[in-house]
């Protein structure tokens, strides 16, 4: 592709050559000082219908202007578009040289012209030869594609040139796969938040199981809320909604299942940390060390260690096994310099392995 900044210093350049303001360049051109101010900061390109009459006021060819050669440009400029593309040979290769040249020319071509360009090019060529011109398509060629894609049940060709069709045509083709239950998931991330919503409702009201998961992604934490609370009373599976639905929501679950005794494992990564820690601190109360082996991982670090030197207070290292593994090394070193003082070297091994590097507790065993 042309690098625009490239070109925009040539034009530059040259300009000042003949010894023109913006302003004068633009007046002979027929167009605005802001547009010749874009061309040279390489934010944007001169229009393929200005280039022979900018190539003649500045004394470049447009070859020199473009920074490259183009066959595309020079035939479109010479024949005209339909007639030039009229003698391109039908063949991959030729196609595929087409191709790549529309690739480069595209920012300075009318959309009609790349549209024309490029439904010479599909004759032969796959898609996935062309996806970088889709972004100078206009979203109704886009939308054509798609529809022929899509009646042709071609998903890779679909998967390449859905995100420049309108969203409008994805709504209506979603609803339409909805009803038929033939949903294509590729499609859900550029469908609109609204029509989602709606769709997820109504497979809610419909039982359409299957299709909630696949929905639940892309729908709004409200819907996935009231989605969750229906499920959970009906006692079904939950574990795919559990990281679309809001924390408040998750929070409330446990604590419910908490105060009957039977809390989902699965649910606890997706609760907030003040809900782990009230829920921790509680079942240490009730069951000791032994009762935290499910929130273990997800304790904060400040509740886990008023847990371990309540436990340490009241059972020494007996249990300290269990939660080692998950606090600070610096902590239990400095628990293992107590212990050491007070009873000695044997008393450490429920802590032993978990201290790591060179502590004050070898430091006093080397020395003595």
């Known amino acids: 592709m042309f690098v625009m900044g490239q070109a925009g210093r040539k034009i530059s350049a040259a300009r000042k050559e003949k010894n023109m303001t913006q302003m004068e360049l633009a007046d002979r051109l027929g167009i605005s000082f802001q ?15 200005k280039l022979p009459e900018l190539s003649e006021l500045l004394g470049l060819s447009i070859d020199e202007l473009l920074g490259k050669s183009s066959d595309l440009v020079k035939g479109i400029l010479t024949e005209g578009e339909k007639e030039y593309l009229e003698q391109i040979e039908e063949t991959p290769q030729s196609l595929k040289v087409l191709a790549e040249d529309l690739t480069e020319v595209a920012p300075i071509l009318k959309p009609k012209q790349i549209e024309e360009t490029f439904d010479k090019t599909r004759k032969k060529l796959d898609l996935s030869e062309l996806e970088e011109i889709f972004p100078f398509l206009g979203s109704g060629f886009c939308d054509k594609i798609f529809l022929e ?33 033939n949903l294509m998931e590729e499609l859900l991330p550029f469908a609109s938040r609204s029509v989602l919503d709606q769709l997820f409702r109504e497979c809610l009201e419909k039982e359409k199981f299957g299709q909630l998961e696949e929905l639940v992604v892309f729908v709004s934490r409200e819907e996935a809320d009231r989605a969750f609370q229906k499920l959970l009373q009906e006692g079904r599976p939950l574990e795919r909604f559990f990281p679309f639905v809001s924390r408040e929501l998750i929070d409330e679950t446990i604590r419910a299942q908490f105060a009957k005794g039977d809390i989902m494992e699965e649910m606890l990564p997706f609760a907030s940390r003040q809900a782990i820690d009230d829920l921790s601190e509680q079942t240490y109360g009730e069951k000791g060390i032994g009762g935290l082996d499910d929130f273990l991982p997800f304790i904060s670090r400040e509740k886990l260690r008023q847990i371990a030197e309540l436990e340490y207070r009241k059972n020494g290292l007996q249990h300290f096994a269990e939660i080692a593994p998950f606090l600070e090394k610096d902590y239990l070193r400095q628990v293992a310099a107590e212990v050491l003082k007070e009873s000695g070297f044997c008393n450490l091994d429920a802590i032993l392995p978990f201290l790591g590097g060179k502590t004050p507790v070898f430091q006093k065993n080397q020395e003595e």
């Open 35 to 49: 547009a010749v101010s874009n061309w040279e900061r390489g934010m944007s390109m001169p229009d393929i219908s």
């Open 149 to 181: 894609c899509l009646e042709r049940e071609e998903i890779e060709q679909i998967q390449r040139i859905v995100p420049f069709a309108s969203r409008e045509l994805i709504d209506e083709t979603i609803k339409v796969q909805i009803v038929e239950e």
